[in-house]
Protein backbone atom coordinates (compact mmCIF):
# COMPACT_ATOMS: atom_id res chain seq x y z
CA UNK A 1 0.00 0.00 0.00
CA UNK A 2 1.13 3.42 -0.76
CA UNK A 3 0.77 6.25 2.00
CA UNK A 4 -2.83 7.71 1.06
CA UNK A 5 -4.44 10.99 2.45
CA UNK A 6 -8.81 10.20 2.34
CA UNK A 7 -10.60 13.38 2.48
CA UNK A 8 -14.53 12.41 3.18
CA UNK A 9 -16.87 14.91 2.33
CA UNK A 10 -19.92 13.91 4.34
CA UNK A 11 -17.70 13.03 7.97
CA UNK A 12 -20.25 13.45 10.52
CA UNK A 13 -22.91 11.43 8.17
CA UNK A 14 -24.22 7.97 8.49
CA UNK A 15 -22.17 6.36 6.01
CA UNK A 16 -18.90 7.93 7.58
CA UNK A 17 -19.49 6.87 10.95
CA UNK A 18 -21.74 3.47 10.80
CA UNK A 19 -19.25 2.45 7.25
CA UNK A 20 -15.90 4.34 6.31
CA UNK A 21 -14.61 4.63 10.00
CA UNK A 22 -15.16 0.87 11.24
CA UNK A 23 -13.51 -0.11 7.68
CA UNK A 24 -10.77 1.80 8.07
CA UNK A 25 -10.16 1.16 11.85
CA UNK A 26 -10.05 -2.62 10.36
CA UNK A 27 -7.46 -1.64 7.65
CA UNK A 28 -5.79 0.36 9.86
CA UNK A 29 -5.54 -2.77 13.00
CA UNK A 30 -4.80 -4.83 9.81
CA UNK A 31 -1.28 -2.73 9.01
CA UNK A 32 -2.84 -1.31 5.85
CA UNK A 33 -2.15 2.42 6.94
CA UNK A 34 1.75 3.42 5.36
CA UNK A 35 3.01 5.94 7.63
CA UNK A 36 1.88 8.98 6.97
CA UNK A 37 -1.36 8.13 5.86
CA UNK A 38 -4.36 10.32 7.04
CA UNK A 39 -7.81 10.70 6.75
CA UNK A 40 -9.04 14.32 6.75
CA UNK A 41 -13.21 14.44 7.64
CA UNK A 42 -14.73 17.04 5.83
CA UNK A 43 -18.47 18.32 6.87
CA UNK A 44 -20.12 21.74 7.49
CA UNK A 45 -20.57 21.72 11.61
CA UNK A 46 -18.12 23.82 13.28
CA UNK A 47 -15.69 21.47 14.96
CA UNK A 48 -12.22 20.93 15.73
CA UNK A 49 -10.56 17.58 15.60
CA UNK A 50 -10.98 17.00 19.25
CA UNK A 51 -14.33 16.90 19.20
CA UNK A 52 -14.57 15.32 15.80
CA UNK A 53 -12.16 12.06 16.95
CA UNK A 54 -14.87 12.62 20.01
CA UNK A 55 -17.77 11.35 17.57
CA UNK A 56 -15.98 8.83 16.26
CA UNK A 57 -14.46 7.38 19.27
CA UNK A 58 -18.15 6.89 20.57
CA UNK A 59 -19.36 5.82 16.75
CA UNK A 60 -16.37 2.98 17.14
CA UNK A 61 -16.83 1.98 20.73
CA UNK A 62 -18.48 -1.57 19.56
CA UNK A 63 -16.26 -2.21 16.64
CA UNK A 64 -13.03 -1.17 19.03
CA UNK A 65 -13.44 -3.00 22.25
CA UNK A 66 -10.65 -4.48 23.36
CA UNK A 67 -8.81 -2.29 21.41
CA UNK A 68 -8.25 0.76 22.86
CA UNK A 69 -4.75 1.19 22.35
CA UNK A 70 -4.97 0.93 18.56
CA UNK A 71 -8.46 3.25 18.51
CA UNK A 72 -6.59 5.97 20.22
CA UNK A 73 -3.44 5.54 17.25
CA UNK A 74 -6.23 5.30 14.75
CA UNK A 75 -7.94 8.53 16.06
CA UNK A 76 -4.28 10.50 15.60
CA UNK A 77 -4.55 10.07 11.84
CA UNK A 78 -8.09 11.37 12.09
CA UNK A 79 -8.74 15.12 11.76
CA UNK A 80 -11.52 17.59 10.70
CA UNK A 81 -12.39 20.46 8.64
CA UNK A 82 -15.47 22.53 8.61
CA UNK A 83 -16.38 23.20 4.89
CA UNK A 84 -19.43 25.07 3.02
CA UNK A 85 -19.29 22.66 -0.08
CA UNK A 86 -21.65 25.29 -1.61
CA UNK A 87 -20.00 28.08 -0.24
CA UNK A 88 -15.95 29.14 0.25
CA UNK A 89 -15.71 29.14 3.54
CA UNK A 90 -13.02 26.51 4.76
CA UNK A 91 -12.09 25.14 1.25
CA UNK A 92 -8.43 26.94 1.29
CA UNK A 93 -7.90 25.73 5.04
CA UNK A 94 -8.55 22.22 3.24
CA UNK A 95 -6.43 22.73 0.42
CA UNK A 96 -3.46 23.91 2.81
CA UNK A 97 -4.03 20.88 4.78
CA UNK A 98 -3.93 18.20 2.33
CA UNK A 99 -0.66 19.94 0.69
CA UNK A 100 0.71 19.63 4.10
CA UNK A 101 1.98 16.50 3.45
CA UNK A 102 2.94 15.18 0.18
CA UNK A 103 0.66 11.78 0.39
CA UNK A 104 1.33 9.97 -2.62
CA UNK A 105 -2.44 9.21 -2.95
CA UNK A 106 -4.69 11.15 -2.41
CA UNK A 107 -8.71 10.10 -2.64
CA UNK A 108 -11.50 12.22 -2.28
CA UNK A 109 -14.85 10.54 -1.06
CA UNK A 110 -18.11 12.30 -1.98
CA UNK A 111 -20.30 10.61 0.62
CA UNK A 112 -22.67 13.47 -0.12
CA UNK A 113 -26.26 13.81 -2.02
CA UNK A 114 -25.24 13.92 -5.74
CA UNK A 115 -26.67 17.36 -6.34
CA UNK A 116 -23.31 18.77 -3.97
CA UNK A 117 -20.87 16.77 -6.37
CA UNK A 118 -20.28 19.25 -8.88
CA UNK A 119 -19.88 22.17 -6.46
CA UNK A 120 -17.23 20.25 -4.65
CA UNK A 121 -14.91 18.75 -7.93
CA UNK A 122 -15.30 22.08 -8.87
CA UNK A 123 -13.19 23.96 -6.19
CA UNK A 124 -11.31 20.60 -6.02
CA UNK A 125 -10.22 21.53 -9.77
CA UNK A 126 -9.83 25.04 -8.93
CA UNK A 127 -7.53 24.30 -5.81
CA UNK A 128 -5.37 21.90 -8.43
CA UNK A 129 -6.03 19.10 -5.43
CA UNK A 130 -7.18 16.99 -8.18
CA UNK A 131 -3.92 16.86 -9.95
CA UNK A 132 -1.56 13.37 -9.58
CA UNK A 133 -2.58 10.47 -8.12
CA UNK A 134 -5.95 11.82 -6.82
CA UNK A 135 -8.96 9.73 -7.21
CA UNK A 136 -12.85 10.62 -6.66
CA UNK A 137 -15.31 7.86 -4.81
CA UNK A 138 -18.90 8.23 -5.98
CA UNK A 139 -21.63 6.44 -3.57
CA UNK A 140 -25.01 5.78 -4.93
CA UNK A 141 -27.32 6.65 -5.68
CA UNK A 142 -25.74 8.34 -8.69
CA UNK A 143 -28.91 10.48 -10.12
CA UNK A 144 -32.86 9.38 -10.23
CA UNK A 145 -32.84 8.72 -13.96
CA UNK A 146 -30.77 8.60 -16.93
CA UNK A 147 -30.60 12.43 -17.66
CA UNK A 148 -29.71 13.19 -13.75
CA UNK A 149 -26.89 10.65 -14.22
CA UNK A 150 -25.43 11.84 -17.04
CA UNK A 151 -25.49 15.54 -15.85
CA UNK A 152 -23.95 13.93 -13.02
CA UNK A 153 -21.18 12.10 -14.84
CA UNK A 154 -20.30 15.08 -17.39
CA UNK A 155 -19.99 16.83 -14.03
CA UNK A 156 -17.40 15.17 -12.73
CA UNK A 157 -15.63 14.56 -15.65
CA UNK A 158 -14.82 18.13 -15.57
CA UNK A 159 -12.71 17.37 -12.81
CA UNK A 160 -11.85 13.66 -13.07
CA UNK A 161 -11.18 11.41 -15.51
CA UNK A 162 -12.52 8.39 -15.70
CA UNK A 163 -9.71 6.46 -14.51
CA UNK A 164 -9.55 8.38 -11.39
CA UNK A 165 -13.26 7.71 -11.22
CA UNK A 166 -14.20 4.84 -8.77
CA UNK A 167 -18.11 4.17 -8.48
CA UNK A 168 -19.00 2.42 -5.42
CA UNK A 169 -21.70 -0.45 -4.75
CA UNK A 170 -21.03 -1.70 -1.68
CA UNK A 171 -22.72 -4.91 -2.98
CA UNK A 172 -19.53 -5.82 -5.30
CA UNK A 173 -17.26 -5.73 -2.36
CA UNK A 174 -19.25 -8.70 -0.30
CA UNK A 175 -17.62 -11.83 -0.26
CA UNK A 176 -19.86 -14.03 -1.99
CA UNK A 177 -20.35 -11.90 -4.43
CA UNK A 178 -16.56 -12.22 -5.36
CA UNK A 179 -17.06 -15.50 -4.75
CA UNK A 180 -19.35 -15.77 -7.55
CA UNK A 181 -16.81 -15.23 -9.96
CA UNK A 182 -14.49 -17.39 -8.21
CA UNK A 183 -16.89 -20.90 -8.21
CA UNK A 184 -17.42 -19.80 -11.85
CA UNK A 185 -14.77 -19.24 -13.04
CA UNK A 186 -12.14 -20.87 -10.98
CA UNK A 187 -14.09 -24.25 -11.30
CA UNK A 188 -14.86 -26.95 -14.43
CA UNK A 189 -17.90 -27.96 -12.59
CA UNK A 190 -20.74 -25.07 -13.30
CA UNK A 191 -19.76 -23.33 -16.59
CA UNK A 192 -20.54 -26.08 -18.94
CA UNK A 193 -24.23 -25.88 -17.20
CA UNK A 194 -24.35 -22.32 -16.89
CA UNK A 195 -27.03 -21.89 -19.72
CA UNK A 196 -30.64 -22.03 -20.92
CA UNK A 197 -30.01 -25.37 -22.01
CA UNK A 198 -29.53 -26.52 -18.02
CA UNK A 199 -30.79 -23.49 -16.26
CA UNK A 200 -34.59 -22.77 -15.58
CA UNK A 201 -34.39 -19.73 -13.75
CA UNK A 202 -32.30 -17.72 -11.22
CA UNK A 203 -33.87 -15.67 -8.64
CA UNK A 204 -31.99 -13.07 -6.64
CA UNK A 205 -33.44 -11.63 -3.48
CA UNK A 206 -32.48 -8.87 -1.27
CA UNK A 207 -34.92 -8.53 1.74
CA UNK A 208 -34.18 -6.35 4.77
CA UNK A 209 -35.98 -5.96 8.03
CA UNK A 210 -35.39 -2.24 8.23
CA UNK A 211 -37.66 0.33 7.34
CA UNK A 212 -36.73 3.81 5.67
CA UNK A 213 -36.46 5.67 8.98
CA UNK A 214 -35.12 8.33 9.46
CA UNK A 215 -33.45 8.19 5.77
CA UNK A 216 -37.29 8.70 4.92
CA UNK A 217 -36.99 12.20 3.07
CA UNK A 218 -34.28 10.42 0.61
CA UNK A 219 -35.78 7.49 0.66
CA UNK A 220 -39.40 8.62 -0.66
CA UNK A 221 -37.97 10.50 -3.83
CA UNK A 222 -35.87 6.94 -4.34
CA UNK A 223 -37.88 3.56 -3.94
CA UNK A 224 -36.83 0.34 -3.59
CA UNK A 225 -36.33 0.52 -7.16
CA UNK A 226 -33.96 3.16 -7.32
CA UNK A 227 -32.39 2.49 -3.99
CA UNK A 228 -31.75 -1.17 -4.54
CA UNK A 229 -32.67 -2.75 -7.91
CA UNK A 230 -30.67 0.12 -10.23
CA UNK A 231 -27.78 -0.94 -8.64
CA UNK A 232 -26.96 -3.82 -6.52
CA UNK A 233 -29.53 -6.14 -7.87
CA UNK A 234 -28.71 -5.31 -11.68
CA UNK A 235 -25.33 -5.72 -10.61
CA UNK A 236 -25.84 -9.33 -9.12
CA UNK A 237 -28.02 -10.13 -12.10
CA UNK A 238 -24.78 -9.22 -14.25
CA UNK A 239 -22.51 -11.34 -12.28
CA UNK A 240 -24.63 -14.16 -12.50
CA UNK A 241 -25.41 -13.62 -16.43
CA UNK A 242 -21.89 -12.32 -18.03
CA UNK A 243 -19.82 -14.46 -20.43
CA UNK A 244 -16.49 -15.35 -19.06
CA UNK A 245 -14.41 -12.04 -19.31
CA UNK A 246 -10.84 -12.67 -20.85
CA UNK A 247 -8.98 -11.61 -17.82
CA UNK A 248 -9.78 -10.27 -14.06
CA UNK A 249 -8.66 -6.63 -15.59
CA UNK A 250 -11.34 -3.96 -14.24
CA UNK A 251 -12.77 -3.12 -18.04
CA UNK A 252 -12.84 -6.64 -19.25
CA UNK A 253 -15.16 -7.26 -16.54
CA UNK A 254 -17.28 -4.28 -17.24
CA UNK A 255 -17.11 -4.63 -20.93
CA UNK A 256 -19.08 -8.13 -19.52
CA UNK A 257 -21.70 -6.59 -17.48
CA UNK A 258 -22.51 -4.00 -20.04
CA UNK A 259 -23.19 -6.42 -22.20
CA UNK A 260 -25.60 -7.86 -19.94
CA UNK A 261 -27.06 -4.90 -19.26
CA UNK A 262 -27.70 -3.86 -22.66
CA UNK A 263 -29.20 -7.16 -23.23
CA UNK A 264 -32.00 -7.00 -20.54
CA UNK A 265 -35.14 -6.94 -22.39
CA UNK A 266 -37.49 -3.93 -22.57
CA UNK A 267 -39.99 -3.42 -19.70
CA UNK A 268 -42.36 -0.50 -20.10
CA UNK A 269 -45.94 0.56 -20.46
CA UNK A 270 -46.55 -2.37 -22.18
CA UNK A 271 -45.41 -4.94 -20.21
CA UNK A 272 -44.62 -3.63 -16.63
CA UNK A 273 -48.12 -4.66 -15.37
CA UNK A 274 -47.25 -8.53 -16.29
CA UNK A 275 -43.96 -8.34 -15.06
CA UNK A 276 -43.49 -6.22 -12.04
CA UNK A 277 -45.02 -5.59 -8.71
CA UNK A 278 -44.13 -2.74 -7.14
CA UNK A 279 -45.18 -2.71 -2.80
CA UNK A 280 -45.49 -0.26 0.36
CA UNK A 281 -45.20 -2.00 3.73
CA UNK A 282 -48.44 -1.21 5.98
CA UNK A 283 -47.40 -1.26 9.83
CA UNK A 284 -46.88 -4.90 11.18
CA UNK A 285 -44.88 -6.75 13.37
CA UNK A 286 -40.77 -8.05 12.58
CA UNK A 287 -39.64 -10.53 15.30
CA UNK A 288 -42.25 -10.04 17.76
CA UNK A 289 -41.76 -6.17 17.76
CA UNK A 290 -44.40 -3.97 16.40
CA UNK A 291 -43.32 -1.64 13.84
CA UNK A 292 -45.16 1.29 12.28
CA UNK A 293 -46.14 1.42 8.35
CA UNK A 294 -44.49 3.40 5.86
CA UNK A 295 -46.33 5.94 5.63
CA UNK A 296 -46.40 6.49 9.32
CA UNK A 297 -42.17 6.62 9.40
CA UNK A 298 -42.85 9.30 6.81
CA UNK A 299 -45.24 11.60 8.54
CA UNK A 300 -47.54 11.92 4.79
CA UNK A 301 -50.17 10.03 3.99
CA UNK A 302 -50.28 10.42 0.23
CA UNK A 303 -46.88 8.77 -0.66
CA UNK A 304 -46.28 5.97 -3.60
CA UNK A 305 -43.22 5.11 -2.96
CA UNK A 306 -42.26 1.31 -3.53
CA UNK A 307 -40.34 0.10 -0.53
CA UNK A 308 -40.77 -3.63 -2.17
CA UNK A 309 -40.40 -4.26 -6.20
CA UNK A 310 -40.19 -7.87 -7.74
CA UNK A 311 -39.61 -8.06 -11.27
CA UNK A 312 -38.81 -11.03 -13.98
CA UNK A 313 -36.25 -9.74 -16.19
CA UNK A 314 -34.91 -12.08 -19.16
CA UNK A 315 -31.30 -11.50 -20.73
CA UNK A 316 -31.75 -12.03 -24.77
CA UNK A 317 -29.28 -13.16 -25.92
CA UNK A 318 -28.24 -17.18 -26.85
CA UNK A 319 -26.70 -18.49 -23.48
CA UNK A 320 -29.70 -17.07 -21.72
CA UNK A 321 -32.98 -16.75 -24.44
CA UNK A 322 -35.58 -17.98 -22.22
CA UNK A 323 -34.47 -18.16 -18.52
CA UNK A 324 -36.65 -16.02 -16.22
CA UNK A 325 -34.21 -13.68 -14.07
CA UNK A 326 -36.63 -12.87 -10.78
CA UNK A 327 -35.74 -9.90 -8.55
CA UNK A 328 -36.99 -8.94 -5.55
CA UNK A 329 -36.27 -6.34 -2.63
CA UNK A 330 -38.04 -4.78 0.09
CA UNK A 331 -37.75 -3.51 3.26
CA UNK A 332 -39.82 -4.47 6.75
CA UNK A 333 -39.56 -8.36 5.25
CA UNK A 334 -39.75 -11.04 7.77
CA UNK A 335 -36.06 -11.59 7.74
CA UNK A 336 -33.08 -10.10 6.51
CA UNK A 337 -31.55 -12.59 3.85
CA UNK A 338 -29.81 -11.75 0.80
CA UNK A 339 -29.37 -14.59 -2.04
CA UNK A 340 -29.02 -15.84 -5.39
CA UNK A 341 -30.64 -19.11 -6.40
CA UNK A 342 -29.61 -20.61 -9.84
CA UNK A 343 -32.16 -23.25 -10.41
CA UNK A 344 -31.45 -26.04 -13.14
CA UNK A 345 -33.08 -28.82 -15.03
CA UNK A 346 -35.09 -31.21 -14.19
CA UNK A 347 -33.60 -34.42 -15.75
CA UNK A 348 -35.18 -35.59 -18.63
CA UNK A 349 -36.42 -39.08 -17.37
CA UNK A 350 -36.41 -40.60 -14.16
CA UNK A 351 -35.72 -44.51 -14.00
CA UNK A 352 -36.88 -43.95 -10.36
CA UNK A 353 -39.94 -45.62 -9.69
CA UNK A 354 -43.44 -43.40 -8.05
CA UNK A 355 -41.80 -44.67 -4.33
CA UNK A 356 -38.45 -42.77 -4.72
CA UNK A 357 -40.69 -39.60 -4.12
CA UNK A 358 -40.26 -36.58 -6.66
CA UNK A 359 -37.27 -35.86 -8.02
CA UNK A 360 -36.49 -31.85 -7.25
CA UNK A 361 -34.04 -29.91 -9.52
CA UNK A 362 -30.79 -29.03 -8.65
CA UNK A 363 -30.27 -25.83 -7.31
CA UNK A 364 -27.14 -23.83 -5.93
CA UNK A 365 -27.47 -20.94 -3.57
CA UNK A 366 -25.32 -18.51 -2.93
CA UNK A 367 -25.88 -16.93 0.79
CA UNK A 368 -24.67 -13.57 0.87
CA UNK A 369 -26.22 -12.58 4.29
CA UNK A 370 -26.25 -12.90 7.08
CA UNK A 371 -24.33 -16.07 6.96
CA UNK A 372 -21.99 -16.13 3.58
CA UNK A 373 -21.89 -19.95 2.35
CA UNK A 374 -22.69 -21.55 -0.79
CA UNK A 375 -25.04 -24.85 -0.79
CA UNK A 376 -25.80 -27.00 -3.89
CA UNK A 377 -28.68 -28.83 -3.20
CA UNK A 378 -28.53 -32.68 -4.88
CA UNK A 379 -30.86 -35.46 -4.79
CA UNK A 380 -29.76 -38.18 -2.67
CA UNK A 381 -30.70 -41.91 -1.31
CA UNK A 382 -32.27 -41.58 2.04
CA UNK A 383 -30.14 -43.91 4.06
CA UNK A 384 -31.26 -47.46 4.97
CA UNK A 385 -32.99 -50.61 3.83
CA UNK A 386 -36.40 -50.92 2.70
CA UNK A 387 -36.49 -49.31 -1.13
CA UNK A 388 -35.09 -46.69 -2.23
CA UNK A 389 -36.02 -43.29 -1.74
CA UNK A 390 -34.64 -40.35 -2.48
CA UNK A 391 -34.68 -36.59 -0.91
CA UNK A 392 -32.65 -33.65 -2.19
CA UNK A 393 -29.67 -32.42 0.42
CA UNK A 394 -27.55 -29.90 -0.03
CA UNK A 395 -23.99 -30.03 -0.14
CA UNK A 396 -23.00 -27.16 2.06
CA UNK A 397 -20.03 -24.64 2.66
CA UNK A 398 -20.49 -21.79 5.56
CA UNK A 399 -17.56 -19.70 4.91
CA UNK A 400 -17.52 -19.04 8.84
CA UNK A 401 -16.51 -23.13 9.17
CA UNK A 402 -14.41 -23.37 6.17
CA UNK A 403 -12.55 -19.88 6.07
CA UNK A 404 -13.26 -19.26 10.34
CA UNK A 405 -11.54 -15.59 10.94
CA UNK A 406 -13.25 -12.64 10.79
CA UNK A 407 -15.44 -11.47 7.68
CA UNK A 408 -14.22 -8.12 6.57
CA UNK A 409 -16.80 -5.55 6.16
CA UNK A 410 -17.37 -5.17 1.75
CA UNK A 411 -16.00 -1.18 2.98
CA UNK A 412 -12.69 -2.23 3.93
CA UNK A 413 -12.01 -4.06 0.58
CA UNK A 414 -13.38 -1.52 -1.76
CA UNK A 415 -11.61 1.40 0.30
CA UNK A 416 -8.19 -0.14 -0.11
CA UNK A 417 -8.94 -0.97 -3.66
CA UNK A 418 -9.51 3.18 -4.82
CA UNK A 419 -6.00 3.55 -2.73
CA UNK A 420 -4.76 0.98 -4.86
CA UNK A 421 -6.21 2.17 -8.31
CA UNK A 422 -7.81 -1.05 -8.95
CA UNK A 423 -11.41 -0.75 -10.55
CA UNK A 424 -12.62 -3.99 -11.04
CA UNK A 425 -15.03 -3.65 -8.28
CA UNK A 426 -16.36 -0.23 -9.13
CA UNK A 427 -19.05 0.69 -12.03
CA UNK A 428 -18.08 2.53 -15.00
CA UNK A 429 -20.12 5.59 -16.63
CA UNK A 430 -21.98 3.50 -19.39
CA UNK A 431 -22.57 0.72 -16.55
CA UNK A 432 -24.26 3.40 -14.70
CA UNK A 433 -25.71 4.41 -17.86
CA UNK A 434 -27.07 1.26 -19.12
CA UNK A 435 -28.54 0.29 -15.75
CA UNK A 436 -30.61 3.58 -15.63
CA UNK A 437 -31.93 3.00 -19.59
CA UNK A 438 -33.39 -0.18 -18.26
CA UNK A 439 -34.60 0.92 -15.32
CA UNK A 440 -36.39 4.19 -16.63
CA UNK A 441 -39.00 3.24 -18.89
CA UNK A 442 -39.96 0.58 -15.50
CA UNK A 443 -40.23 3.84 -13.68
CA UNK A 444 -42.10 6.30 -16.14
CA UNK A 445 -44.63 2.98 -16.61
CA UNK A 446 -45.58 2.92 -12.82
CA UNK A 447 -45.69 6.96 -12.72
CA UNK A 448 -48.27 6.76 -15.55
CA UNK A 449 -50.46 3.72 -13.96
CA UNK A 450 -53.43 4.44 -11.77
CA UNK A 451 -52.41 1.99 -9.72
CA UNK A 452 -51.10 1.98 -6.02
CA UNK A 453 -48.23 0.48 -4.67
CA UNK A 454 -49.68 -3.23 -3.48
CA UNK A 455 -49.69 -2.91 0.26
CA UNK A 456 -48.05 -5.96 2.59
CA UNK A 457 -47.59 -6.32 6.18
CA UNK A 458 -44.21 -5.05 7.75
CA UNK A 459 -42.51 -8.57 8.69
CA UNK A 460 -44.47 -10.46 5.70
CA UNK A 461 -42.52 -11.63 2.67
CA UNK A 462 -43.87 -8.56 0.56
CA UNK A 463 -47.43 -8.48 -1.45
CA UNK A 464 -48.84 -11.62 -2.55
CA UNK A 465 -48.97 -10.03 -6.37
CA UNK A 466 -45.25 -11.03 -5.95
CA UNK A 467 -45.92 -14.55 -4.97
CA UNK A 468 -48.16 -14.82 -8.21
CA UNK A 469 -45.72 -13.29 -10.58
CA UNK A 470 -43.39 -16.27 -10.22
CA UNK A 471 -46.79 -18.97 -9.11
CA UNK A 472 -47.86 -17.81 -12.68
CA UNK A 473 -44.89 -19.22 -14.33
CA UNK A 474 -45.17 -22.74 -12.47
CA UNK A 475 -42.47 -21.80 -9.91
CA UNK A 476 -41.68 -20.89 -6.61
CA UNK A 477 -39.68 -18.43 -4.51
CA UNK A 478 -36.70 -20.50 -2.59
CA UNK A 479 -37.78 -21.50 0.85
CA UNK A 480 -34.70 -22.77 2.63
CA UNK A 481 -33.71 -23.34 6.27
CA UNK A 482 -30.30 -22.29 5.47
C1 LIG B 1 -27.89 0.70 0.55
C2 LIG B 1 -29.30 1.20 0.48
O1 LIG B 1 -27.23 0.91 -0.68
O2 LIG B 1 -27.87 -0.69 0.84
C3 LIG B 1 -30.02 0.91 1.78
O3 LIG B 1 -29.31 2.58 0.23
C4 LIG B 1 -29.92 -0.56 2.13
O4 LIG B 1 -31.39 1.28 1.70
C5 LIG B 1 -28.45 -1.02 2.09
O5 LIG B 1 -30.43 -0.74 3.44
C6 LIG B 1 -28.35 -2.51 2.26
O6 LIG B 1 -27.00 -2.87 2.41
P1 LIG B 1 -26.57 -4.20 3.18
O7 LIG B 1 -25.10 -4.28 2.97
O8 LIG B 1 -26.98 -4.01 4.60
O9 LIG B 1 -27.33 -5.30 2.51
Known amino acids: ??????????????????????????RFRD????????????AREALDDAQYRDQVRTALAATA?????????????????????????????????????????????????????????DHLRALGLHEGEARVVLEKPIGSSLASASAIADAVARTFSERQTFRIDHYLGKETVQNLVALRFANVLFEPLWKAEHIDHVQITVAETV?????????????????????HMLQLLCLVAMEPPVSLTADAIRDEKLKVLHALKPIDARNAGALTVRGQYRAGAIAGRAVPGYLEELGRGDSRTDTYVALKAEVANWRWAGVPFYLRTGKRLAERVSEIVVSFRSVPYSIFGREAGELAPNKLVLRLQPDEGVKLWLMNKVPGPGGLRLRRVPLDMSFAAAFGSRHSDAYERLLMDVVRGNAMLFMRRDEVEAAWRWVDPIIAAWAQSDEAPKSYTAGSWGPSAAVALIERDGRTWHEDAF
Open 31 to 42: GQFEAGSRVIAV
Open 211 to 231: GAGDRAAYYDRAGAIRDMLQN
Open 1 to 26: MQAFDLIIFGGTGDLAMHKLLPALFQ
Open 65 to 121: TGHEAELAAFLERVGYQAVDVRAEAGWEQLAARVRAAATPVRVFYLALHPDLFTPVC
